[in-house]
């Protein structure tokens, strides 16, 4: 959502703002918590999601197991396994 000129938090200039979930909605979902935000430039945001998203990135890297592990999850589930996946994203 796109407001009319304000200061953003984190520049201090005045311009349009765009509403910031602090906490990703694509990693904590839609709870109370999460309708906390910030109002923030485009600009601002952007460079705050591409650092926050590094940040993540740096994270996973150390858990590679992760990835095999998922990957080895589904080859030996099968299509059974795929399906009951399939059917809790609903």
């Known amino acids: 959502m796109t407001q009319i000129c304000q200061i953003c938090e984190i520049c201090g200039e005045r311009k349009r703002l765009t509403k910031h979930h602090i906490f990703r909605r694509a990693v904590w979902g839609r709870t109370k918590k999460n309708n906390e935000v910030s109002y923030i430039c485009r600009e601002c945001h952007d460079i705050l999601e591409a650092e ?12 590679p197991e992760i990835y095999a592990g998922t990957l080895n999850e589904f080859i030996v589930g099968g299509k059974e396994y795929v399906e009951t996946k399939r059917r809790c994203r609903r």
């Open 52 to 63: 926050i998203t590094r940040k993540e990135n740096q994270i996973l890297r150390q858990y």
